[in-house]
Nanobody, 121 residues
Framework: QVQLVESGGGLVQPGGSLRLSCTAS????????MGWYRQAPGKQRELVAM???????DYTDSVKGRFTISRDTAGNSVYLQMNTLKPEDTAVYYC???????????????WGQGTQVTVSS
């Protein structure tokens, strides 16, 4: 069983910063990519940033230059440094991992439980 556990959400004023963390644990053979999605009230879940193993990061246009995604050297954790936050960044942020649980299983998508980020004065 694979679990993704997130932390780091909260309430911040416009222009402030937050850092989200997510660690994958359990039966993991290989992680293909890890990333972050978000879902605001009344909107569809959208990709925020993705970092494939051994690949280049990708960001949605609205966060480019403000958010930075990174992973630890072991590769099981992903971070999202969010700077210059705006009210429109308010959403539930979900950690995402695409991984092979065993050497013989196909890639599967896993999600964290979500962490609330609220940007408000």
């Amino acid at each position: 069983q694979v679990q993704l556990v997130e932390s780091g959400g909260g309430l911040v004023q416009p222009g402030g910063s937050l850092r989200l963390s997510c660690t994958a644990s359990g039966s993991i053979f290989n992680i293909n990519s890890m990333g972050w999605y978000r879902q605001a009230p009344g909107k569809q879940r959208e990709l925020v940033a993705m970092l494939p193993s051994g690949g280049n990061s990708d960001y949605t246009d609205s966060v480019k230059g403000r958010f930075t995604i990174s992973r630890d050297t072991a590769g099981n954790s992903v971070y999202l440094q969010m700077n210059t936050l705006k009210p429109e960044d308010t959403a539930v942020y979900y950690c995402n991992a695409i991984l092979n649980p065993t050497s013989t299983s196909p890639s599967r998508v896993y999600w964290g439980q979500g962490t609330q980020v609220t940007v408000s004065s």
